[in-house]
């Protein structure tokens, strides 16, 4: 059982395109956060939630986290192909302490 | 050398031989996780370790796998007589304390079992 369900897995569109990738559970989390990964390195980060219902902002990046800290969305607006990238959310609970669990990705392709 | 440093960055084990996985925290930070990334398959918690101190493993297989953090040095995966189904990305993260939100992550080491 995937405790973090990413959603789509991949996603393939046009530049100048706006996306919204999701990240679910039935978990509650204490913070959740978002990574890029490229092929041959390692996940960047990207950003860290921790109030429900909080929403960041990182230039064409937004990020928000649920009300009831269970899920989040990432959207991104007019993207562009140096935004191709495997996209990562982790979550991580009170009682694991510094242990994040990660969802699967959406592998992201934005075409010129 | 600013961030995570991992080494080697592709290693080539025969099945049965000793892998060992090297990774060096960012300067300050004393807190080291390794995670793995199978292929298709999202990254998985293995091991959170201090200098010198192993606070949770509860995602190291029971066998053949062993985690270190020295006081000097860096912190050392072992994988004892390898299987092909040990063949993955091998990532290590650091943080400045327990209380971080957020890693570093290092680039990896591709561990190819033949």
């Known amino acids: 059982t995937q405790l973090l369900e990413q959603s789509p897995q991949f996603l393939s569109i046009q530049e100048g395109e706006n996306l919204t990738v999701y990240c679910n559970s039935s978990?509650?989390?204490?913070?959740l956060q978002w990574y890029r990964q490229e092929p041959g390195e390692g996940p960047v980060l990207l950003v860290t939630v921790v109030t429900g219902g909080e929403v960041k902002k990182l230039k064409r990046l937004t990020f928000q986290f649920g009300d009831a800290r269970k899920d989040s969305s990432l959207h991104i607006t007019a993207a562009q192909p140096g935004d191709t990238g495997l996209y990562l959310c982790?979550?991580?609970?009170?009682?694991?302490?510094?242990?994040?669990?990660f969802g699967e990705g959406t592998q992201l392709t934005v075409n010129p | 050398n600013a961030g995570v440093m991992q080494n080697p960055r592709h290693l080539v084990r025969r099945r049965g031989q000793e892998a060992r996985l090297r990774c060096s925290p960012m300067?300050?930070?004393?807190?080291v996780y390794w995670y793995r990334q199978l292929p298709e398959e999202g990254l998985k918690f293995m091991v959170y370790l201090q200098k010198e101190n192993i606070i949770d493993e509860s995602g190291m297989p029971k066998e053949r796998f062993s985690a270190e953090f020295p006081k000097e040095g860096p912190s050392i995966l072992r994988i004892q007589q390898v299987v092909r189904g040990d063949s993955a990305a091998y990532f290590c993260?650091?943080?400045?304390?327990?209380?971080?939100?957020?890693?570093?992550f290092g680039s990896g080491t591709r561990l190819t079992v033949v």
């Open positions: 982790a979550g991580a609970k009170e009682t694991s302490g510094s242990r994040l669990t």
């Open positions: 993260a650091s943080s400045p304390n327990w209380a971080s939100i957020g890693y570093t």
């Open positions: 300067k300050g930070h004393s807190h």
């Open positions: 978990s509650v989390f204490s913070s």
